[in-house]
Each structure stands twice: as C-alpha cells, then as structure tokens.
C-alpha cells in the first residue's frame, strides 16, 4: 500500500497505479475465498459471491480515469472514509457528459481489507490526493480544474485547494463537496488513546469501533478507531489552515464552493460546513444547498426537538457572502419539495418549483446518501432498470426479531441514496460548461 515520505513512494499517478496493481494481486491471492456455492450469503471476499466487487464490468474499488475525446476540463474526485470511487461513480458521470475528464482516485487504505485503515494515516491521503490533483490539472491543461469530495474525501479537495495556495501551484477553479467532514464528533479524538494500548495482543480487538460481515462490495462494514482519528486530525489541520489564509489575506484565493448537506447528519457534525468554512469564505460565488428533514405536519411530531427547529442553522442571520439553497416541503401539509433560494446578504428569499417530493416513509437524507441518485443498481430504491436484485442494500426492507441477520442493523434503517440527486445534478450542471461524450467513448484506465 501507498505510504507517503517512503524513498520508493510513488512520484506520480501512473506509479500510484502500478503500485495499486501489485497490492490487488496480492489481496486476491490472499484474501479470497472459493466456496462451492458462493450464491449462498453475502461476502466480499468470496469469489462470484453477489458481494463480489469484481462480479460487476467496472471494478469500482480501484483507481480510474476517464478521458473523453476533446475534453475541456478534468476533475478530481475523492471518496469518503471507508468507502471507494464507487461513492462518486454518478457525479463523475455528470462531469464526463459535460466534456470533462475524471479521475475516481481511490485513497489509500480503502478498497482492500477493513484492518488496512488500521495503519493508513491522514498524510497517505493527502500526498496521495497532491498526485491525483497533479494528474489533473495535466488533463486540464487551459480548461477548468475541479475537485469533488464525498464526506473525508472533501476535507482532502479542501486541504488540496488550500496547498496549492500556500505553495503558489495551480489553484483549482471550483471545490464540490458531498457531506463534508468539516466537523466530526470530538469523541474521534479519544482513538488516539485506544492507540496506545491496541497493539499489545490482548487488547487487539480494542482498536475496532465496528466489526460486521463484510457484505458489502464497496463499502467496508466493519471500522477502526485509526480512521476516525485521522479523520479528525485532518478537520484540525484544515481549519488551522482557513484561519491562517484568513488572516494573511490569502483565502481570497480561495475558489468558490458548491456544498450540498442534510440538516441531520450523525456522521458529521452538520453545521460544521456552515460555522467553519462558509462563514470564513470571501464573497466569491459560493453556494450551500441544506437537504432539510421531511417537515409534513404528521411526521414532526416524531422527531427530536433540536431537528424540527433551524435555528441552529443561523440562515436569516447576519451578512452572508454566499448564497443559501434550501430544499424543504413545499407547505407544511405537502410531501412535494422546494428550493428556497437566499442570495448572498440573506436577500430576498426566491422559490423553485423541482417536481420532486418525499418518497412514502422517508423522513429525513442521511450522510451517506446524498452522492447517489436513486436509480443506483446497489444502493437506490431498487425500481431502476439496472438494480442489482442479488445485491438491493439501497431498498432492503425487513421486519423480524433483532439480532437475527448478518447485515448491520444501520444498513436497514439508514437512508441509502438521495431522493431529490436531480437537484444535485442540476447544481453541478450550472458550474460546468456545456458538452457532450458519447457513452462508450474516451480512455479509460
């Protein structure tokens, strides 16, 4: 696996890449399983198992790059913490029909087996995120240079903007994020205790946060505390970094931001992306798009007190320097949903029609949904075309006794995909320039 500061570490990302095809071989000479019939349960690891990464035409774990003939542009994609280019497999595919280049970069200790986030470090993602962010801007060349970022993967396109300020590099043209972990429960913070003692034999299990069935293809189930506290020490240094630009005056180069986030997220803490990024950014053209909860009458009153109110939000207060997007009921007796649009200064307030609304039982986005549309073939309501029968984790919808199944309890009850991605994808058209690929075409790595 990639380490950063290694003599042998690779320079660019082609030899990320070759090094990424050594560590495959070895993971599917070691870590795979042959059964008789491996239709019978859910593991990754078991070869033509319906977990099976490689059952599918795409390996989505890995590092790709799609160039379409005469593209106009590139950008950088980054997956979120424990999960892999698949993540962001839909926003890439709306880059690429607007002429860009794209490269899914998968981060280092992801992909593979869940005990390699157990010595990754937030320093492998970053120098790994430099040669991913180099690559691009290459394919750009005069075009536009974006970054996208799901979840960690967006504290990583920020941490990337920012160096490439502070060293006097080609600054990205526009930052995308997808739940950013911009703020992340301190509790995180306590790993580095579990650190001090995991390493002897017998509190080896001590470093493990989650241990699951490890069923599904592009996520890992299970979670070490290592991943968390490197999660964190990033969401330090990156707002360490903002204050800094601030008060040198440099975060007025800063490009615009385009964040989409739940209102409720127990992931990330939501208003993170509000407080610490928002609130420091100059007037640039920034836009912050709230997925709200479903405020239809009959359902507020199961809610927790502090979601039915937004308060907590700040929205109507103070000078803004950013537009405000927020997608919520059309009234409070409608499941249909709107856009009410602020601009910068806390304007007027402007209202969308979208066309979209709740679906039936659905109250609320989740931090792990917004990346995907619902017609996602695993983790979309499973109506669309391509929905993968052997494999729905997006529409399973079980009643019984608890404790009784392999599968994690939050994978029943956790919202996987993103009823309103329309709204994503018409945000993410209006920053890019009009074009079209034809859809078996360009290189692809």
Known sequence: ????????????LDEYMALEDRLFAELHQKGYRKLPDPSKGFDRFVTKSPSDPDRRAITWNRTRFTVPPHHHGAVLLLHGLSDSPYSLRSVGEVYLRHGF???WLRLPGHGTVPSALTRTTWKDWTAATQLGLAKAAKLAGDGPLHVAGYSNGGLLALDAAMAAIREGRRVPDRIVLLSPSIGIPSVARLAKWVKLIDWLPPFRKAQWQEVHQEIDPHKYSSFPFNASYQCWKGT??????????????RLLKMPPVLAFQSVTDSTVIATAVKDRLFDL?????SELVLFDVNRKRSLLRFFSPKIVSLSRWGLG???RSYAVDLVTNASPDAMEVVERIQ????ATTVVRETGLSWPPHVYSLSHVALPFPP??????????PDADQALPLGSLDLKGESGQLQIPQSILYRLRYNPFFAIVRRHLEAILPAGERAPESGEAR
Not at 281 to 285: Q, T
Not at 343 to 346: I, M, S, V
């Open 1 to 12: 696996e990639f380490r950063a500061g290694r003599l042998d570490a690779p320079k660019n």
């Open 101 to 103: 280049a794209v490269i």
């Open 236 to 249: 330090r240094e990156v707002h360490q970094l903002l204050l800094g630009l601030r008060r040198s005056g």
């Open 281 to 285: 950014l100059p007037a640039n053209g």
């Open 317 to 319: 207060e103070g000078h």
């Open 343 to 346: 601009g910068p200064g806390g």
């Open 375 to 384: 017609d996602d073939p695993i983790y979309g309501d499973g109506a669309g």
